[in-house]
């Protein structure tokens, strides 16, 4: 008999055979992380709507799993990953669940080693989201190509909030963001 439960936080599913754990459904903050760290699937509790990964040395590589919870989830409006080093294959994944997530309204990626071809992945991702109202990527090391990426992006997206900075860009680049 075929057999899929929720029990004690995680998925349960029964074909023939014991029951195996297939993945964790993480109600806070601490679980993402320890599922993160075991590299292991996860997903996000209904009841979550906002995470802060404030200097938890997530890493691109746990970006990824976090994301594919992302591509998913239908709750969560607020994610701060600020001062975590995903660099630019981070944004990539971020970028990725950008182009599906319906829900997520505010977004913090600052102080993430983001480049240009970083604000690119994220841009591409936000020219095909339309709930996202809140980008900040600061003290990242992005230039006057990831402000093209922008600018591109804010012509289709509906942003009503982006905060920028980068030690290469001049006071002159962010005229051009709006041309």
Same mark, same amino acid.
């Given at each position: 008999k075929n057999l899929c439960l929720m029990y004690s936080g995680a998925a349960l599913c029964s074909f023939g055979k014991p029951p195996q754990i297939l993945e964790r459904v993480c109600t806070n903050e601490e679980e993402v992380l320890e599922e993160m760290r075991q590299k292991n699937k996860f997903v996000l509790a209904k009841n979550i709507t906002k995470l802060s990964f404030i200097q938890k040395k997530v890493g691109y590589d746990n970006v990824m799993l976090l994301t594919e919870s992302l591509k998913v989830n239908d709750t969560l409006i607020q994610l701060d990953l600020s001062c975590n080093n995903i660099g630019d294959e981070g944004a990539r994944f971020i970028g990725e669940a950008l182009?599906? @997530?319906?829900? =997520? %309204? !505010?977004?913090?990626?600052?102080?993430?080693?983001? /480049? @240009?071809? $970083?604000? /690119?992945?994220?841009? !591409? $991702? =936000?020219?095909? @989201? +339309? %709930?996202?109202?809140? =980008?900040?990527?600061?003290?990242?090391?992005? $230039?006057?190509?990831?402000? $093209?990426?922008? +600018? !591109?992006?804010?012509?289709? @997206?509906?942003?009503?909030? =982006?905060?920028?900075?980068s030690e290469y860009?001049?006071? +002159? %680049?962010? +005229?051009?963001?709006?041309?």
């Open positions: 182009k599906v @997530n319906n829900t =997520l %309204t !505010e977004l913090i990626l600052s102080g993430n080693g983001i /480049g @240009n071809r $970083g604000v /690119g992945f994220v841009c !591409e $991702g =936000l020219k095909a @989201n +339309s %709930t996202l109202k809140r =980008l900040e990527i600061e003290n990242d090391f992005f $230039g006057v190509p990831g402000a $093209g990426f922008i +600018s !591109e992006a804010l012509r289709v @997206n509906t942003l009503t909030c =982006l905060r920028l900075s860009l001049k006071t +002159s %680049t962010y +005229s051009f963001l709006f041309r």
